[in-house]
Structures are given as structure tokens and as C-alpha cells.
């Protein structure tokens, strides 16, 4: 378990720096998206993924793995979006969108560790496709969600499904940073 933490302390530290560098270019813009917005922006980068896992080869010259960089960068904006709601105007500072992006980052860790415990790694067992399998089913839910105004009856909610999004994207750059895929 401990190189897990650490090597998801190193997936999270590259997407962390590339969210500090688009916000560095557009600020916190993000505030201004529904979060059906985000959900779909989400599935975009997940369809990509799969595309590209598919035919083998980009047209666009970016590949796999800032897709998945992307996924976790957007889930954490969809989390505080759960939170905060929608502005009309940008109405939060870069630090402050720093402070709740490593909040929400830490929640997920935890609940990442209490999952892992209980399942004993099988996430090392898997293909990185099946990651993108996944993270496509997991957005499924999220949209059905979205369509029934975010009501559940017995299912886990919205935040619950982005954060299995985010760990699965964080599996899947753990592999390739093993050089697995």
C-alpha cells in the first residue's frame, strides 16, 4: 500500500501543476460551467480514450494519458461545482480554488485507501481499457443522475461516481508511469 500512496502522490502532483498552469492562463473560468457541463466535458476526454485505445493512433497529436490528466482535473472542478453551484462570473481566486482543489483531491485519496484496503489492490490486476470502461460506466450513472435532478434511492450520488472517476483515471497513470501501458 505505501508505494501506492506514493505513486498516487505523484500522479496527482502532475495534474495538480497542470491545473495551476491552465489557471495560471484562464484563471478560475471553470465557475461559470453547470455541472452537466463538466460531466460532459468528462465524457469527451473518456470517449477520446477509448477512440485512441481503439484505432492506436491520434490525429491531433495528444495522446492517452493528458486525457486522463484532464478526467481528474475536471472531476475535481465537477466535485467543487457539487459543492459551490455555478457562477455567472468568475467569483474565486486562484488560491482559493487551489485550497478546494487539494481539499476534494484529499477526500478522494482517503476513500481511495478505505477501497483499496477492502479490495486488496485488485486494481493492479486490471487493464488499463477496463479503467476507461469504467470511467464511461461511471458517467452513465452521473448522467442518469443529472437527468432525475441528482436524486438517488439506493445508489451512490454524483460525488461518489467522480471520485471513482478520478481514482480510476489515477490507476490508469499509475500503469503507464510503470510503463505498463
Known amino acids: 500500500m505505501t508505494d501506492t500512496n506514493r505513486e498516487y502522490d505523484d500522479v496527482i502532483a502532475q495534474c495538480r501543476e497542470m491545473f495551476v498552469f491552465k489557471m495560471g492562463d484562464y484563471g478560475p473560468n471553470w465557475r461559470?460551467?453547470?455541472?452537466?457541463?463538466?460531466?460532459d466535458q468528462i465524457l469527451i476526454k473518456a470517449k477520446r480514450i477509448r477512440t485512441l485505445e481503439i484505432n492506436q493512433e491520434s490525429k491531433v497529436g495528444e495522446g492517452i494519458w493528458p486525457e486522463y490528466v484532464g478526467i481528474i482535473n475536471y472531476g475535481i472542478m465537477a466535485l467543487i461545482q457539487l459543492e459551490l453551484g455555478y457562477a455567472d462570473d468568475v467569483d474565486m481566486s486562484r488560491e482559493r480554488a487551489l485550497e478546494l482543489y487539494d481539499q476534494?483531491?484529499?477526500?478522494t485519496k482517503t476513500l481511495m485507501i478505505?477501497?483499496?484496503?477492502?479490495?486488496g489492490e485488485?486494481?493492479?490486476?486490471?487493464?488499463?481499457?477496463?479503467?476507461?470502461?469504467?470511467?464511461?460506466s461511471k458517467l452513465q450513472r452521473i448522467k442518469s443522475i443529472e437527468d432525475n435532478g441528482g436524486k438517488t434511492k439506493v445508489s451512490e450520488g454524483i460525488d461518489a461516481n467522480l471520485q471513482d472517476i478520478i481514482n480510476y483515471s489515477v490507476f490508469a497513470l499509475i500503469k503507464h508511469n510503470e510503463g505498463e501501458a
Open 32 to 39: 461559470i460551467l453547470r455541472p452537466e457541463t463538466l460531466t
Open 104 to 107: 476534494y483531491i484529499n477526500e
Open 114 to 119: 478505505a477501497k483499496n484496503t477492502d479490495y
Open 122 to 136: 485488485a486494481w493492479r490486476m486490471m487493464r488499463v481499457q477496463s479503467y476507461t470502461d469504467m470511467v464511461l
